[in-house]
């Protein structure tokens, strides 16, 4: 197995670009798993600890943009307030270890359907940024990243350079359904954002899909009927949790029935819900 360890981001787009079986390692917290469980054995590792860049987060144009190395540590401590569903998501990340060492950018590379980070990233707008030594930048929005189990939009040479998220305008929840309380694996998860400038509800489902996904036809039901001034309709916050929960199409496995998943979703899709309408209630009477 080759190491290679640039210092620069020119560096380690050369190196992705000269060797795309190289596989990125940061944290190293979901590669390393895999490699000690010898399930997967890279002809290469390209280590980006030395790309500084890779680990800042700054305010651009408006929006939170968000280097893919910065650790869940750190999301909690700085951007809890433009970010609460991606900070309150990066505090169910396993240990205090693994929250220092863990980041959005190797969520986003590992692309697996149970990675805590997809379901706020999806409900608040996000886009990816990548890059590659011969075709430049592209934007991916997150809904688009996402192509099957542990599959990305990423092409053999590109690198994951930041996430671009806009501040959050209304409440966010993540929610999660776990064997345990912490240090685990999601059964399930969820993430709502309320977007009252716009009118409309941003959703993001985990470890309920192939891929990480958006409850599409709940979110257009929100965006026809709700009244932004007046408390929620209870009839239209169950049909609302109905539709999550179809949107799901989960898996039997080790850590839950496909059937109880599907109901967590729409008990987490209700419950998420009806916090953020009280949120956003509560401020607007303040």
Request: glycine content about 10%; hydrophobic content about 45%.
């Amino acid at each position: 197995m080759d190491f290679l360890r640039p210092t620069t981001w020119e560096e380690a787009l050369a190196a992705k670009a000269d060797r795309p079986d190289a596989v990125p390692i940061q944290g190293g917290t979901d590669v390393m798993v895999e490699i000690n469980m010898d399930v997967r054995r890279p002809a290469a590792l390209l280590d980006l600890n030395q790309v500084t860049e890779l680990r800042e987060w700054a305010m651009v144009g408006g929006t939170c943009r968000v280097g893919a190395a910065v650790p869940y540590a750190r999301i909690i401590d700085e951007l809890g307030g433009p970010l609460p569903g991606l900070a309150q998501a990066a505090r169910t990340v396993g240990s205090p270890q693994i929250r220092n060492r863990g980041s959005v950018g190797g969520n986003l590379g590992a692309a697996s359907p149970a990675g805590d980070s997809h379901p706020p990233l999806l409900a608040a707008g996000a886009v990816v940024e990548v890059d590659s030594r011969e075709r430049g930048v592209r934007m991916i929005p997150a809904d688009e990243f996402y192509l099957g189990v542990k599959r990305s939009a990423l092409e053999p040479d590109e690198l994951i350079r930041a996430v671009h998220v806009r501040p959050a305008t209304g409440p966010q929840y993540f929610s999660k359904v776990g064997t345990r309380n912490a240090m685990v694996i999601a059964v399930c998860s969820f993430a709502i954002a309320l977007h009252p400038d716009e009118r409309r509800v941003g959703t993001g489902i985990g470890s309920a899909a192939p891929t990480p996904r958006r409850a599409l036809e709940a979110e257009e039901l929100l965006a026809r009927e709700l009244d932004w001034t007046a408390p929620l309709d209870p009839a239209l916050t169950r049909r609302f949790g109905e539709l999550c929960a179809a949107a799901a199409a989960p898996i039997d496995d080790v850590r839950g029935k496909a059937a109880y998943r599907v109901h967590a979703i729409g008990v987490m899709a209700r419950r998420t819900l009806a916090w953020a309408w009280n949120d956003h209630l509560g401020k607007r009477a303040a």
